[in-house]
Nanobody, 129 residues
Framework: QGQLVESGGGLVQAGGSLRLSCASS????????VGWFRQAPGKEREFVAA????????YYSDSVKGRFTTTRDNAKNTAYLQMNNLKVEDTALYFC??????????????????????WGQGTQVTVSS
């Protein structure tokens, strides 16, 4: 099963940037697809971005497309979420999740939190106006 640990959250002004990290241990991270999700107080958890095991394919929600970029360094067992031009509405607890890649994985699957097999504890991102 292994473990995922997010870091890099914090308090930033609107228009600023943060880079989140998702560090993996105890699993074959190089075979994992990785998803990023967030949950704001009083709201449902929502999909933010996903990256395939190779890093060649990425997906983004419409709300972050053009502002957020997900990448990975399999040699470091770490995925990243670069967040630029942050908005107040980006304030949330951000999670990463991982699952070994398999045949026929679809974007629809990658957007579902429960599809993944391992989840981190989350890192808080707060954007002030």
């Amino acid at each position: 099963q292994g473990q995922l640990v997010e870091s890099g959250g914090g308090l930033v002004q609107a228009g600023g940037s943060l880079r989140l990290s998702c560090a993996s241990s105890g699993r074959l991270f190089g075979f994992d697809d990785v998803g990023w999700f967030r949950q704001a107080p009083g709201k449902e958890r929502e999909f933010v971005a996903a990256i395939s095991w190779s890093g060649r394919t990425t997906y983004y929600s419409d709300s972050v497309k053009g502002r957020f970029t997900t990448t990975r360094d399999n040699a470091k067992n770490t995925a990243y979420l670069q967040m630029n031009n942050l908005k107040v509405e980006d304030t949330a607890l951000y999670f990463c999740a991982a699952r070994p890649d398999g045949d026929g994985v679809t974007r629809q699957a990658l957007e579902v939190f429960d599809w993944y097999s391992t989840w981190g504890q989350g890192t808080q991102v707060t954007v002030s106006s």
